[in-house]
């Protein structure tokens, strides 16, 4: 009787070690379970925010996009102007400065030559 009762006692242990066990392994899977609802709600917030985010993004992109490209038109008008004006003021130069060369080259000769016809003195 007393083999029979220390099996009892030994199976009475090993019962009560799995109970402990099994409640220890549900407790830990309750615990992942709550985390892993978490990570799900968050997931899913975040790409309700995010989609429209990602929207308003390619939006302002393609806004800003159009707007370089402006920009870059009026570069480029920009420079054909400031090479025309380069252009002009050059021609203006050539223009206007040749006559004057000659012009004071001849006042200075004038000047010379009514020097000479009044005499010295």
Known sequence: MIANTS??????????????LVAFLAIVMLSTFRVMESTKTMIDEVREETVPLLSEVK????????????????????????????????????????????????????????KRMRGPG
């Open 59 to 114: 939006t302002t992109v393609v806004n800003v996009n159009k707007e370089l490209e402006r920009a870059d038109t009026i570069i480029e008008s920009a420079g054909r102007i400031a090479g025309s004006a380069s252009r002009i003021t050059m021609v203006v130069e050539q223009t206007v400065s040749n006559p004057l060369i000659k012009f004071a080259a001849f006042a200075a000769g004038a000047q010379r030559a009514i």
């Open 7 to 20: 099996a009892d006692v030994a199976l009475l242990l090993l019962a009560s070690g799995w109970v402990v």
